[in-house]
């Protein structure tokens, strides 16, 4: 029997989605809403409604979401609970920059909520391009789509919430002049994982980890998002991008903030954005020799991962030749505060590396190694907590322990927490909770304007210069290794290094 009440259930909605024949629908909204829909957490009543630009038949529209959820669901599918789920989608065809779509869409969500009792709830996901957020947004607000007359209306975008600050201020505004605040979810699918979520359990539902969370006990913090795939057949959108822009001021900054925050006064929305908002505004905006000494980018050669042949970036179908985009990124960043003062954040971000790994590792300081002077202090093991977010959820603690015997030796050890293991928990695609949570109006996990905005402004330092800096100073590394040289020498300078990755 579990331990835990049993969750609200949501009040009925429409659930439209912008793109709705995209990548993104089949490859991860539509599981999410099946594994909500197998947990029982979707509402009576639930509909989709698919926009898009092809023309085709509510009928087509169903067929093509049910293929895409045997191809990509988490578990064996179910096929009464798929036909349940799917059987009420809607589809309306058109672009999303024509007025008259937006016409269409009124008509059909019309039809919809005159059948069903109850408020007009609406969410609309914007599983679509990044330039199309802010016209689509406008567009609903100026046609009255999402006017919340008759019940709430909720727009989620997925990131990248702009490409530098300039452009991210600009989205926010575009966005708060035809919607409020509290109707924009901006989602991370990374702060779906159990495992991100619990940071804040961990710290402030303990007394043991919150007393010595501070620059008194920990030595450093690392955070690692490797990725083993390449750019594949994105060249064209990457090489516009890069490892920065792509995973730094959301995937990676919003782990910093949940292990840098102050302890929230209660657990809400408003109350938890505002402290992780605070964290990034705390990161010390670097100066530009600070972000030549203390940034590394590179880019991978050719190279083997597992048992295949990676050609290097630059090959790549839709990359320049003489591209100097970065597929690599590690950084020193300092958050100016009392709890943190002197305590650098090492991040590291890249593509075709040796190993898929997302962790967060925060380094406690040596302890004193008096009484055991004959041990040398390289042989004793580091004490780490290790937060592993990807591709399993676990925490790690390692410690010092004595080798059974008569003589004081001793050796690293470690516990760990599985999530698998301990809670047998359901496969799941990282978004369902942000989905449930945006139905049940619950913003602690999205990012507001002014989060977004604060990591924008620590990273905009870092675009300037390497935009001016051209190919000087851009590092290279072989596909298949745990990233350039120079990465390590940021750590080593400090006499630190990063953890392996392998």
């Not at 010092?400 to 760990?416: E, Y």
Request: hydrophobic share 40%.
């Amino acid at each position: 029997m579990s331990d835990s009440p049993s969750p609200p259930l949501p009040e009925p909605c429409t659930f439209v989605i912008f793109g709705a024949s995209g990548d993104l629908t089949h490859r991860l909204l539509v599981p999410a809403l099946y594994n909500l829909a197998a947990r029982k957490l979707l509402p009576d009543g639930f509909t989709i409604v698919g926009v898009s630009r092809g023309e085709m038949s509510a009928d087509a529209f169903r067929a093509d979401l049910t293929k895409g959820l045997r191809r990509f669901a988490t578990a064996t599918v179910d096929e009464g609970l798929a036909s349940r789920l799917l059987s009420s989608a809607h589809y309306v065809a058109g672009d999303a920059s024509d007025p008259t779509t937006y016409e269409r869409l009124a008509n059909e969500l019309s039809h919809i909520e005159a059948s069903r009792a109850g408020p007009s709830n609406r969410v609309f996901y914007l599983a679509t391009s990044p330039a199309a957020f802010a016209p689509i947004g406008c567009h609903l607000g100026r046609s009255g789509l999402a006017h919340e007359n008759g019940g709430w209306r909720r727009i989620v975008i997925e990131k990248p919430f702009g490409t530098d600050l300039v452009s991210a201020q600009a989205l926010n505004n575009d966005l708060l002049k035809v919607l409020s605040e509290h109707q924009i979810y901006r989602i991370d699918h990374y702060l779906g994982k159990e495992t991100v979520q619990n940071i804040l359990v961990l710290r402030f539902a303990n007394g043991l980890f919150e007393p010595i969370w501070n620059r008194d006990h920990i030595d450093h913090v690392q955070i690692t998002v490797a990725e083993t795939l390449t750019v594949d057949r994105r060249g064209k959108f990457y090489d516009v991008t890069g490892a920065l822009r792509d995973m730094v001021p959301n995937h990676l900054f919003q782990l910093l903030s949940l292990v840098a925050m102050e302890p929230p006064a209660r657990f809400d929305a408003r109350a938890v954005r505002s402290e992780k908002a605070d964290a990034l505004y705390a990161v010390k905006v670097p100066s530009e020799a600070e972000v030549l000494r203390d940034s590394v980018r590179a880019q991978y050669l050719g190279g083997r991962i597992a048992n295949c042949e990676v050609q290097e970036y630059r090959h790549t179908p839709d990359v320049r030749p003489e591209s100097t985009t970065e597929t690599y990124v590690a950084l020193k960043l300092m958050v100016e505060n009392w709890r943190w003062a002197g305590v650098p954040f090492y991040l590291r971000t890249g593509k075709a590396l040796k190993t898929r790994r997302t962790e967060v590792a925060i380094k406690f300081k040596q302890a004193p190694v008096a009484m055991f002077r004959n041990t040398p202090v390289e042989r004793l093991a580091q004490n780490f907590l290790v937060l592993n977010i990807q591709p399993n959820e676990y925490i790690d603690l390692q410690f010092n322990a004595k080798i059974p015997g008569p003589t004081i030796a001793i050796k690293g050890v470690g516990m760990t927490f599985n999530y698998a293991d301990f809670f047998n928990a359901a496969p799941s695609t990282g978004y369902e909770t942000l989905i449930y949570d945006c139905m049940l109006g619950d913003a602690i996990l999205f990012q507001r304007a002014d989060g977004v905005e604060a990591g924008w402004r620590i990273v905009q330092p870092f675009l300037d210069m390497w935009r001016n800096a051209g190919a000087h100073g851009l590092g290279m590394y072989k596909a298949g290794t745990e990233g350039p040289p120079e990465a390590d020498q940021l750590l080593s300078r400090d006499g630190r290094h990063w953890r392996t990755i392998a």
